[in-house]
């Protein structure tokens, strides 16, 4: 269920079952779901991240 906005004006959602907030949209890329995991994979394949 929806549940306010951000303060970057996101839509934010509620889990009814557990009460734990989040959102679908990002403002900054680092707060993706999946870009530490991508850190992680450059990190151990040599890549540099500049």
């Known amino acids: ?5 951000s303060t970057a004006g996101h839509q934010r959602y509620l889990c009814s079952h557990c009460r734990k907030t989040w959102q679908l949209q990002f403002t ?3 707060s993706q779901p ?3 995991q991508k850190i992680i994979d450059m990190a151990m ?3 540099g991240c500049r």
């Open 28 to 30: 900054y890329t680092a």
């Open 45 to 47: 394949n040599g890549v």
């Open 34 to 36: 999946g870009t530490h």
């Open 1 to 5: 269920m929806r549940n306010g906005k």
